[in-house]
């Protein structure tokens, strides 16, 4: 057989399996009878093969996988990304794999998130070694029984904007949706686009995905509040999972813009987690109201700064802090006291400043240190029951 024929077979006996087995029971299935051309490529375009994982750059194509997913009443999984992906992104897609037979990815660096003056131009781009890393955790997946990476959506900003280039001005001409005030509070206050950007994005995503269940980090814990919000206002048909923030072993958020830090500013942006665990040791001391809760966050926050600018600029990491936040779990605005019942956020973010004076030899980071990185962090105050 001609290794066309051989994949055109290999397809269709993949669709007698899909529409044959029960969800749980397809991927060792899949995994060794569909597997098809091989390439050097880990993971291969749609429109070329169909190896185990798919890539997918256009809406119909993957509408007409995710109906025949439907038809055979397998449940599909999405994790949205940016790409430049790291352990915190494999988590979700661990979780997805965990709890449905099919994982789709997308990795999209949306513009209409990042304002005009943020770090879109930057932001970083590691397809082959995000692929890599994909085709890695689909082999370890097809060895434990879990569901399967099956697709992969890429799409062009064209796919994703079809009628107006994508407008990242305050008062954006093009199709959108936004969360009033929610969008606005905290991370939206800094960045005034970025929620109407992500709700809109997502909208997009889940429409063309259609998936049973969304799954997001809690380490960016308002976009989290924010699609919540969305799928309930707009009566979407999925639900969303929450994983865990995945960390570093000193604390550090794991996060794709970390890799612009460099050791030095790396060490002090440990603040924000620093900061962050006190306010919740006096929650669960027992504490409630904002400023004993808030206080000793402030204050060691406002103690690194001191130390740091006295330092000479060959030694020190500044940094601004943006917000330290007590805040309620649906609507995200301050509390003045935490209601028991309902718990509260804690969450912050600080910027690092550029690096200055560079030693010799000094680790940088991508960019030479002098990429501005926001961090964000929170911690999860639980309701005591
Ligand atoms: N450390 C982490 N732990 C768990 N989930 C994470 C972590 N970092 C990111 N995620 C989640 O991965 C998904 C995709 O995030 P994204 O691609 O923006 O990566 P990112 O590391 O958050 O990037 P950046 O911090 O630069 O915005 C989001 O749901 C995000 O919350
Ligand atoms: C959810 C998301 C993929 C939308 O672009 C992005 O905000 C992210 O990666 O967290
Ligand atoms: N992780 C959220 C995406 C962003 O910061 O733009």
């Known amino acids: 057989m001609t290794p066309l024929l051989r994949c055109l077979a290999a397809r269709s006996a993949r669709r007698y399996m899909l529409a044959t087995f029960p969800r749980n029971s397809s991927h060792s299935l899949t995994a060794s009878a569909v597997r098809c051309l091989s390439s050097s490529s880990p993971l291969r375009s749609a429109t070329t093969s169909a190896s185990e994982t798919q890539i997918f750059h256009d809406v119909e194509p993957l509408r007409k996988y995710r109906r025949e997913l439907l038809l055979s009443k397998r449940t599909v999984g999405l994790v949205p990304t940016m790409g430049a992906l790291h352990e915190g992104h494999l988590s979700l897609v661990r ?3 965990a709890e449905n037979s099919h994982v789709f990815v997308s ?99 889940f429409n063309i995905c259609a998936p049973d269940s969304v799954y997001f980090g809690q380490k960016d ?9 969305l799928v309930k206002d707009f009566h979407l048909d999925t639900e969303v999972r929450i994983g865990p923030t995945q960390r570093a072993d000193d604390g550090l958020a794991l996060s794709s ?15 924000l987690s620093q900061s962050l665990r006190k306010a919740e040791a006096q929650y669960k001391a027992g504490k409630r109201k904002r400023g004993d809760i808030l206080w000793p966050a402030n204050a060691h926050a406002d103690s ?25 779990p649906e609507t995200m605005e301050e509390l003045e006291e935490v209601d028991e019942i309902r718990g509260a956020i804690l969450s912050g973010a600080v910027k690092m400043l550029p690096v200055e004076n560079p030693g010799d030899g000094e680790e940088l980071g991508v960019g030479g240190g002098q990429i501005p990185v926001r961090l964000i962090d929170n911690i999860v105050l639980n309701p005591v029951t």
Not at 221 to 229: D, E, G, N, S, Y
Not at 257 to 271: D, E, P, Q
């Open 257 to 271: 813009r970390n890799v612009y830090l460099g050791s030095r500013r790396r060490l002090i942006g440990l603040v």
């Open 221 to 229: 814990i308002q976009q989290t509040v924010v699609i919540k919000r």
């Open 95 to 97: 979780q997805a794999a």
């Open 107 to 205: 990795v999209y660096v949306n513009p209409t998130q990042f304002g005009l003056n943020e770090d879109l131009a930057s932001y970083p781009k590691t397809w082959e070694a995000d692929m890599a890393m994909l085709s890695a955790l689909d082999k370890e997946l097809a060895s434990t029984g879990a569901g399967r990476i099956s697709a992969v959506f890429a799409p062009s900003t064209k796919t994703m904007y079809p009628t107006m280039p994508p407008d990242s001005s305050i008062p954006g001409a093009g199709s959108f949706v936004e969360m009033r005030p929610l969008g606005q509070l905290l991370e939206g206050a800094s960045r005034p686009v970025f929620f109407r950007g992500v709700a809109t994005v997502c909208m997009k995503l």
């Open 304 to 328: 690194v700064v001191l130390e740091q600018d006295a330092l000479e600029p060959g030694q020190r990491a500044r940094f601004v802090v943006d917000y330290l936040s007590l805040a309620d």
